[in-house]
């Protein structure tokens, strides 16, 4: 065994990654049953359309099929799902579909690939609508999705301080804009799955689910099918992969758990990377109409805001996103007016949920790109626009003027000054002018963010010393790659003073702790973490308690050491984790544990800045990352080769979606880019080795000072890159106003510009 010493703030490879890496990873697909059906799921191929007859005579005839399933054959799967929101989605479509890839009907064989075929010969007869394909269409309320609705708005938020709009006539200059954001696809590397088997002597359905909610899920589940939640069991095996998508109440888990308790027979539905482009949900689609109004000293003075999230046929977890956007536009910066309005609106496309920054992204986006459009029109370096603005930390606790976001730990104009040291700016700014008069262009980005992490729900953790004297560890929180195993047993192992491999952590299972929240956020070391340390100190003073009746001692006398216990002041006088187990196993007595759970409705804030430096091919429009460094505050790191990997991960993620990732439909609705080919994700190899600075301030409001880390990466990335391309060709009056700036969106911007000067 290793030695106990200090496993918080070490950088410790994870214990998590030997199965997966040797392949003994167990994921939902690997979860099998003697007797189980293969659901397979017929789905509209009509963006907007009635469903004027479902014809199953030829899919049931087909051997091999044990069921072809419509909500007319089980009229409780028309049910809507338990989602919370106000046009809630069902399980089957019973008269209108709203997206291509909806459900329509389901069926049960023998195994996938009779499924599969026979969901091929399922004939469904349908009468077009017409589709609203687009924000602007649905406004026009021409048609509406869901007339008990009377709109296609479902949600408006709004946020004012000071004057708002009327604040922007004292503005010496005022900037105006409409940018958006293309839509994206999370794409996890294993796409959603769902198992379910049930016991009809217990009553008792257990689920295996690919999610990062279980506590969520069983509740949702229990809702839909009508029974106590201690009913259902959720188990979450690993998961490849999740960014949000994997968190939110889908059709497929309510049909999975419905049927296999209807038939008494366990029930799979694994879907497929074709699936994950038609039913998973999607996210980042907005449009800003949107005016800064600055001094002609580059002071903010206010900031107005009007913009529409495209949500697709269902609201899902989407108004959550259009709030967090309005939550974020204000970004790091003194604005001491604004009036932002966000508006979600349905359209015949995949719903929008939470994926990876949900709204952040987006937030963010908009006031960079701001700032940058004011230095330019000022005669203003960029750079200094920014340290200009930002909130001081004799400032601190800065509020800054919505719902929950009080700054209140840091020092973001010293951050961002010791990134611009730290990659030369003033020198690259005399190489951009040598390499531009050689015929070579190259830019530098710039962008500032405030990651919020937390600030709702909780996290529970529940400690057991085992027979062997190891520690268990249970927690609601579920990984699906981010290293909480390693990460919640170095909390553990330090406040009990154990090695590390002494500590055992089991995730993602609601049969082994009462309550949980889930993994979503980047809040898990906030609320996960902090109730880990917790119990931990519970479980120590339970233990230290038990050892003095163990070395019959004075419970004042008796310490906790790394070897176990100790009497002070009689050498030998011992007790080891192991001795103490056994000794409570012999009397009869159940095994120690601890419990706490922690909770706070205060978020934490974590500043940072990104760099990025390109070059830019101006005949092919190619665009090379050359350089890229990321400065971010991740308050009290447990692990910095996880916060790294974190950070990393979400800045390609947010490098894809700057540059080449974006769903697109037709007018008519349907998606044009369903593959890989047409859909492209980031590659290792056009990605460059990525450079973090640490600057970490704990956060106040919590134990701790825990803050978040896994969407660092990803809240800045589109902007940094759009700010790096058009710098490359500022001299020439290049603007962006589109993410991603695909190698077409900027040979046409490219061209335009010499269709100007020629």
Request: charged share 25%; net charge negative.
């Amino acid at each position: 065994m290793s030695v106990a010493a200090g496993y918080v703030g070490r950088p410790i490879p994870r214990v998590e990654d030997k199965p997966l890496v040797t392949g003994r990873g167990r994921y939902v697909s690997d979860v099998r049953f003697d007797d189980e059906w293969v659901m397979a799921v017929v789905r509209s191929t009509y963006a907007h359309a009635r469903i004027v007859a479902v014809d199953t005579r030829e899919a049931r005839s087909l051997a091999g099929v044990h069921a072809v399933i419509t909500a007319q054959d089980l009229p409780d799967l028309a049910r809507p799902l338990a989602d919370g929101s106000k046009v809630p989605v069902r399980a089957l479509a019973t008269d209108v579909v709203r997206y291509v890839g909806e459900p329509v009907a389901v069926v049960l064989a023998e195994n996938r690939y009779v499924a599969e075929d026979a969901a091929e010969r399922v004939n469904v007869s349908y009468e077009p609508l017409e589709a609203v394909a687009d924000v602007d269409a649905a406004l026009a309320d021409r048609v509406i999705l869901h007339p008990a609705l009377g709109t296609n708005v479902v949600d408006h938020v709004h946020f004012a301080r000071g004057e708002g709009a009327e604040a922007l006539e004292r503005a010496d200059v005022v900037v105006s804009a409409t940018l958006r954001m293309g839509r994206v696809s999370a794409q996890p590397m294993e796409p959603r799955g769902v198992v379910a088997t049930y016991d009809a002597g217990t009553d008792q359905l257990t689920v295996y689910h690919s999610t990062q909610a279980v506590h969520r899920a069983r509740d949702r589940i229990a809702a839909y099918l009508g029974v106590p939640p201690e009913r259902v069991r959720v188990v979450t095996p690993d998961v490849g992969g999740g960014f949000g998508v994997k968190n939110g109440a889908y059709a497929e888990e309510a049909l999975v758990a419905y049927l296999a308790r209807h038939f008494r027979r366990p029930v799979r539905w694994t879907g497929d990377r074709f699936e994950e482009f038609l039913a998973t949900y999607q996210e980042r689609e907005q449009v800003h109409h949107v005016r800064l109004g600055v001094t002609r000293a580059g002071d903010i003075v206010a900031l107005v805001d009007r913009f529409y999230q495209d949500n697709g046929a269902y609201a899902a977890g989407g108004p959550v996103v259009a709030r967090t956007t309005a939550r974020n536009l204000v970004g790091p910066y003194r604005i001491p007016h604004f009036a932002i309005d966000g508006f979600t609106v349905l359209t015949n496309k995949v719903p929008v949920a939470p994926y990876r920054g949900a709204g952040r992204p987006q937030g963010h986006f908009v006031i960079e790109r701001m700032l940058d459009r004011a230095a330019d029109l000022l005669g203003m370096d960029r750079a200094a626009i920014r340290a200009r603005n930002l909130v001081r930390p004799e400032e601190l606790p800065y509020d800054a003027g919505v719902p929950d976001v009080v700054y209140d730990s840091g020092d973001f104009p010293r951050a961002l000054a010791d990134l611009l040291a730290h990659i030369d700016y003033d020198g690259f700014r005399r190489r951009q002018t040598e390499l531009r008069r050689q015929g070579r262009r190259i830019g530098l980005g710039l962008a500032c963010y405030v990651e919020i992490s937390g600030g709702f729900g909780f996290e529970g953790a529940h400690l057991t010393l085992m027979a062997d004297g190891r520690i268990e560890v249970a927690t609601g929180a579920a990984s699906q790659g981010q290293g909480h195993r390693t990460a919640l047993a170095q909390i553990a192992a330090d406040r009990l003073l154990r090695p590390l491999d002494a500590v055992v952590v089991v995730e993602g299972d609601t049969a082994r702790i009462a309550r949980g929240f889930g993994t979503f956020g980047s809040r898990t070391m906030i609320m996960a973490g902090s109730a880990t340390s917790a119990a931990a100190e519970e479980l120590a003073e339970l233990a230290r308690r038990t050892a003095a009746e163990r070395l019959e001692a004075a419970v004042e006398d008796v310490e906790l050491t790394p070897e176990g216990f100790a009497v002070r002041g009689v050498p030998g006088r011992t007790c080891s984790w192991t001795e103490l187990a056994r000794w409570i196993a012999e009397r009869g007595d159940p095994p120690l544990t601890a419990e706490a759970y922690f909770s706070a409705d205060v978020p934490t804030f974590g500043f940072g800045a990104h760099a990025l430096e390109v070059s830019v091919d101006p005949d092919t429009a190619r665009v090379t990352l050359e350089r890229y460094v990321i400065l971010h505050d991740g308050g009290t790191v447990v692990n910095p080769l996880l916060s790294d990997g974190q950070v990393i991960g979400g800045a390609v993620q947010g490098l894809g979606s700057a540059l080449t990732e974006e769903m697109v439909y037709g007018p008519d609705g349907q998606p044009l880019t369903t593959t890989f080919l047409d859909y492209v994700l980031p590659g290792a190899a056009e990605m460059p080795d990525i450079e973090i600075l640490h600057r970490n301030y704990p956060a106040p409001t919590n134990p701790r000072g825990f803050k978040g880390v896994g969407e660092a990466g990803i809240i800045p990335s589109q902007a940094v890159v759009l700010a790096a391309v058009e710098d490359a060709f500022r001299d020439r009056g290049l603007k962006l106003d589109m993410a991603p700036v695909t190698p077409k969106r900027l040979f046409e911007a490219l061209a335009a510009l010499e269709e100007v000067r020629g």
